[in-house]
């Protein structure tokens, strides 16, 4: 079974410019989530996904971040303008329907704004 | 908010020795789940544990959650380099808050 795949694996950027990542879920997996993990940090949910519509946006800054699953499957992040404090690695999960939500990550992306 | 503190954050053994980390909160969890992370990897999941009191294994990995289910503890028997990684606790809110919290990790070198 292909996990859960992502790309850019590294992205370094300027502030005020954006980037995009995309993910694809593992085969079947109706929930998604982005995740963004700050060195020395846990992973912070930043929003998730049941099939193609938002469960929980509350921590995704919405001035500058956006997200949408448009068929359901693969997702795609995007920040605009970025933040020097956007470094982070990103990180996609998906898990299946299941009562104690266990989740799959891919590698992630690892984004440095300088 | 529900807030999960883990201790030590970071952890530098000899190979073979024991090693005990730890995942505490105030906040009570319908369960709580291990992961570990290796660098440049995203977390992979080791154990879910559900029922207060409850003890599970893992070869050498013993995870074990509290009666209460605010706490658990990862326990790790003659630790082997292949076991450095950044080990993650997550727990699952109940009643209507379906979310993972993740606490910040204990970073564990295990050298050989």
């Known amino acids: 079974e292909a996990g859960v795949a992502q790309s850019p694996r590294y992205k370094i950027i300027e502030k005020r410019q954006s980037v995009a990542f995309w993910c694809n879920p593992i085969?079947?997996?109706?929930?998604l989530y982005w995740y963004q993990q700050i060195l020395g940090q846990g992973p912070k949910l930043l929003i998730q996904?049941?099939?193609?519509?938002?469960?929980?946006d509350s921590q995704l800054p919405k001035d500058r971040f956006s997200a949408e699953r448009l068929k359901g499957v693969d997702s795609t992040l995007k920040i605009q303008p970025a933040k020097l404090e956007d470094s982070a690695v990103y990180l996609c999960a998906s898990s299946p329907s299941g009562v104690y939500n266990e989740q799959f990550f891919g590698p992630g992306t690892r984004l440095t704004v300088l | 908010t529900q807030l999960l503190e883990q201790s030590p954050q970071f952890l530098s053994i000899q190979e073979g020795e024991n090693l005990t980390v730890y995942c505490n909160s105030s906040?009570?969890?319908?369960?709580l789940q291990w992961y570990r992370q290796e660098p440049g990897e995203g977390p992979v999941l080791l154990v879910t544990v559900v029922t207060g009191g409850e003890v599970k294994k893992l070869k050498r990995l013993t995870f074990q959650f509290g009666d209460a289910r605010k706490d658990s503890s990862l326990h790790i028997t003659a630790a082997q380099p292949g076991d450095t990684g950044l080990y993650l606790c997550?727990?699952?809110?109940?009643?209507?808050?379906?979310?993972?919290?993740f606490g910040k990790g204990t970073l564990l070198t295990v050298n050989p």
């Open positions: 085969s079947g997996h109706a929930t």
């Open positions: 906040s009570v969890f319908s369960s």
């Open positions: 996904f049941q099939n193609n519509g938002v469960v929980d």
């Open positions: 997550a727990g699952l809110g109940g009643g209507s808050n379906y979310k993972l919290t």
